[in-house]
């Protein structure tokens, strides 16, 4: 009998990824392949990458020429996810000694492509171009936090963004089953989970295949599995936000008390640019519906600097909302060009200098708001879920249903354990991080 096949797998990009990559190594350990921690003890090695930024392109590339010399001995690689459904063939130009090409839209074909390398074939190919119907499900997902994990309830998207290269890399949007979602959460609750993420590129878009339930309906009933008592959700398209999500937040106590609802632009002329279907004034409608409920929900968003045509003007409308919805967090990003996109054609009018120069702007003015936000915590207590400790510092690392990092301290000598819910008082407070003591 020969040695066992091993595998290495490194993940790139967002949280679908990280999640695609946990169905992605429980389909190969049912394959016969067994998970190694380097790249040397591998015999398949596999990226799965992004490429929603130039940045997160180049790192990929970069990455596979590191690993051109361990191609001699004999090691088979994948390219697998956004770089690999965009780029497609040409990567067995740009790396001859890839011998696996897959989009996320194909992984169902995973095991019969494996097949085929193990047969000696050296460009092997799953590619998509938005043509898949199906979902990617799995009952093998390898979860590696035994308290807290994802499940897809949407995959791809329709949305075409101007800038955006996610309708070409994650293929058409399809919505999975009701009854699928919540077999998935009974399973894992009955395995000990408590929190579960819902994903989507744009959860709000999700209609249930078989007609059952809205949106929030799913929300609902995902909070009333017994043994949950964290439902998140990722991410939000603010045109289809409805206001019904935000009164499953107030009904339903295992929904989280945060929504990240990404806005990209806080100028109608820049949204429209986008083809985001939304103006600055819609938006502050659904903000307005979150800030009326009756739980304090904290909300988060994206923002994109520097798209082509943005103005001063433009830009200082983003600040404005900024200070208008006061975030609890802001992922910033200048403006990347992107293969394919729409916004590609437009000029890349704002010099790199100026880019950097607003994005250092608006962090340094969310800063604040942070700040502001996070000192209001102060002497309040949460309910922390434990993640871990922190040795370093004698604080145990600690999450709020706001999403919020708490750390803390306790009276006993030995540290709750992983996955632990327990009341903390808040006793100081930075702009992206609480601190506090457990009450005993
Ligand atoms: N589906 C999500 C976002 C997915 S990508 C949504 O619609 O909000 C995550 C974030 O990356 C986006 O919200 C956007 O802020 C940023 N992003 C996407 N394409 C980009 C580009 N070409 N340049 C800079 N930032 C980009
Ligand atoms: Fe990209 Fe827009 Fe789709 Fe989000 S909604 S993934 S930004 S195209
Ligand atoms: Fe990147 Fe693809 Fe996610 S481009 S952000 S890994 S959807």
Request: glycine residues 8%; contains cysteine; hydrophobic residues 35%.
């Amino acid at each position: 009998m020969g040695a066992q096949k091993t595998f290495y797998l490194e993940t790139f990009g967002c949280q679908m990824n990280v999640h695609d990559s946990e169905k992605v190594i429980g389909t190969l350990e049912q394959q016969g392949y067994a998970r190694v921690e380097s790249e040397a003890e591998a015999d398949l090695i596999l990226y799965n990458t992004c490429s929603i930024r130039d940045k997160a392109e180049q790192k990929v590339f970069h990455r596979l020429n590191d690993y051109k010399a361990l191609y001699q001995k004999g090691k088979r690689f994948a390219v697998l996810g956004c770089v690999a459904q965009q780029e497609g063939e040409r990567i067995f130009e740009r790396a001859p000694f890839v011998s696996l090409v897959s989009g996320s839209a194909s992984y169902r074909r995973l095991p019969e492509m494996l097949v085929q390398i193990e047969q000696g074939d050296t460009r092997v190919t799953g590619l998509d171009d938005r043509q898949t119907e199906e979902t990617f499900e799995t009952e093998f997902t390898f979860r590696s936090n035994p308290h807290r994990g994802y499940i897809t309830i949407i995959e791809g998207c329709d949305k075409f963004c101007a800038y955006c290269v996610v309708p070409y890399t994650r293929g058409k949007e399809r919505s999975r089953r009701s009854e699928s979602v919540l077999a998935e959460a009974r399973r894992m609750a009955g395995s000990g989970y408590t929190e579960v993420q819902l994903l989507g590129q744009n959860v709000n878009s999700w209609r249930d295949p078989g007609g059952k339930r809205s949106f929030a309906e799913l929300l609902a009933a995902v909070g009333e599995v017994p043994g949950i008592r964290r439902v998140r959700f990722t991410t939000s398209h603010p045109r289809d936000f409805t206001r019904d999500i935000v009164e499953a937040i107030d009904e339903v106590p295992a929904l989280c008390d945060h929504v990240h609802l990404p806005v990209q632009s806080g100028s109608s002329r820049v949204l429209r640019l986008m083809q985001r279907e939304y103006t600055r004034e819609q938006y502050l409608e659904r903000i307005a519906w979150i800030k009326g409920a009756r739980r304090t929900i904290s909300m988060t968003t994206d923002i994109i600097v520097g798209f082509p045509g943005e103005t001063p003007e433009d830009f200082e409308q983003t600040i404005t909302l900024l200070e208008a919805v006061q975030y609890d967090g802001v992922f910033a990003f200048k403006y990347s060009p992107r293969p394919n996109t729409p916004a590609l054609s437009m000029p890349d009018s704002v010099p790199e200098e100026e880019k950097s120069r607003r994005l250092q702007l608006l962090l340094d003015r969310q800063r604040e708001i942070q700040r502001a936000n996070y000192e209001r915590h102060l002497g309040q207590i949460l309910e922390a879920m434990v993640e871990g400790v922190n040795p370093a510092r004698g604080q145990v690392v600690g999450r709020t249903s706001q999403n919020k990092t708490l750390n803390f301290t306790t009276a006993q000598p030995i540290a709750p354990a992983p996955g632990a819910y327990l009341p903390v008082r808040v006793t100081k407070t930075f702009p992206n991080s609480l601190l506090g003591e457990a009450v005993a």
